[in-house]
């Protein structure tokens, strides 16, 4: 008999486009959502898009609660439910980058609430995933999460962003070519749960991506329309797949020590990108698609290497060697490269001099 079930959870409303900013309060009314809002902010984006969402929800007699968190942890969510309960909220907007969406993400899960997504940067692929990434102590956990009611994506306040957190977008799409393969590899050895639709539709993400490539430029609003719809489609790819997998393998084991090792020294996105140049060699040695990848980066702007990162030569080193142990997740690192196999492949890609 058979007996396999899948839920697939995605957002019902997706808005992307210039000035869409003052369309969440449409939303929440497509959305039946009643009550008070929670905002769910980090500094700069409470500025840029919270404060002025804000004000669009008093001016129609909706007086928002809001939360400014500072980095991505499980107190940062634990204080946002505390928030939440006190002021008694019915939903929560997630406003920012990575860390407060997903902060809002974990939080309205907890909470039994539903959460709309309102990036303010094309930083991330979080946008629309079920999965929050929270550090914990040496580890890091993607957790399971409520995905968004909706997106609102305004292209406007993406495309007025620095520059290098759209490229950081594009680097952790990028790097979607080194998780699929890292994919592909524990169902073989390991017999890990895989889905070809998530992995070919994470692929084909990062495929269009580099080949739109040209279109991705400073001070271009298209960029930011480009860049969010790969992430909002490789978002989707992890909703399709009930895990991060077609989107985080080795490179972001690699970026994750690194958050370890040199906080705050670049961004997400960078990081996983020259961890993709790494474990793309790793996989398929000098003459594989490393080169196109470092290639690929290169063309927008991202960083390809240490230096590039603001990080130490030893660091990649160390991060290099013991990133396996992060979490249970079998990746081409196997049980962890010796120092001598890590300097060769950093030295060989030009991570390191
Ligand atoms: N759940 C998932 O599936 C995924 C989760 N992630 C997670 O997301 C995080 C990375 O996301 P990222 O966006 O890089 O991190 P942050 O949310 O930390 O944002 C990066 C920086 O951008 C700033 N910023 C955001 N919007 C603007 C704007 N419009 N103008 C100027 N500055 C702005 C932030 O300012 P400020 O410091 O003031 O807030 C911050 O300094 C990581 O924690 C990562 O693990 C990444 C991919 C997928
Ligand atoms: O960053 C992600 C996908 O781009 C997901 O992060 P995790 O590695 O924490 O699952
Ligand atoms: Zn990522």
């Known amino acids: ?36 809002p929670l905002f769910v902010t980090s500094p700069t984006p409470r500025e840029v898009a919270a404060d002025p969402i804000a004000a669009d929800f008093e001016a129609a007699g909706i007086e928002p609660a809001i939360v400014t968190i500072e980095r991505a942890t499980f107190e940062a969510v634990e204080r946002v439910i505390e928030v939440a ?55 890091r956990h993607s957790v399971a999460a409520e995905p968004p009611l909706a997106v609102v994506a305004d292209t406007g306040i993406l495309a007025d962003a620095p520059w290098e957190l759209t490229t950081a977008g594009c680097a952790d799409i990028i790097s979607n070519y080194t998780a699929v393969m890292d994919w592909r590899l524990a ?55 009930g895990s991060s997998r077609p989107a985080s393998g080795a490179e972001h084991l690699f970026s994750h020590q690194l958050d370890r090792l040199a906080p705050d020294a670049a ?29 690929a980066l290169s063309s927008i ?8 990162l603001g990080i130490g030569d030893e660091t990649v080193i160390e991060a290099l060697t013991t990133c396996h142990e992060i979490r249970d997740r079998y990746t081409i690192l196997g049980d962890g490269m010796n120092e001598r196999a890590a300097r060769d492949v950093a030295t060989k890609t030009g991570v390191i001099d």
């Open 187 to 241: 169902q073989r050895l390991k017999d890990v749960e895989y889905s070809e639709y998530a992995a070919a539709l994470s692929e084909m993400t990062a495929e269009i991506l580099v080949d739109n490539a040209d279109l991705i430029r400073p001070g271009l609003e298209e960029s930011a329309w480009v860049v969010t719809k790969a992430l909002m489609s490789s978002g989707v790819a992890m909703s399709i797949a």
């Open 85 to 139: 309960e006190a002021e008694d909220v019915s939903y929560l907007v997630g406003i920012g980058g990575g860390k407060a969406i997903d902060i809002a993400k974990l939080a309205s899960h907890h909470l039994d609430m539903g959460f709309l997504s309102v990036p303010t940067a094309a930083s991330h692929d979080g946008i629309v995933s079920n999965r929050g990434s929270v550090p914990d102590g040496d580890s």
């Open 1 to 36: 008999m058979f007996e396999k079930s899948t839920w697939i959870r995605l957002p019902r409303n997706v808005v992307v486009g210039h000035g869409v900013r003052n369309e969440v309060l449409g939303v929440v009314n497509d959305l039946h959502l009643q009550g008070r």
């Open 267 to 295: 961004l997400h996105g960078h990081q996983v990108g020259v961890g993709s140049i790494l474990t793309a060699y790793l996989h398929q040695g000098g003459d594989g698609i490393w080169r196109d990848i470092r290639d």
């Open 301 to 308: 702007d991202a960083p390809t290497t240490a230096d590039d």
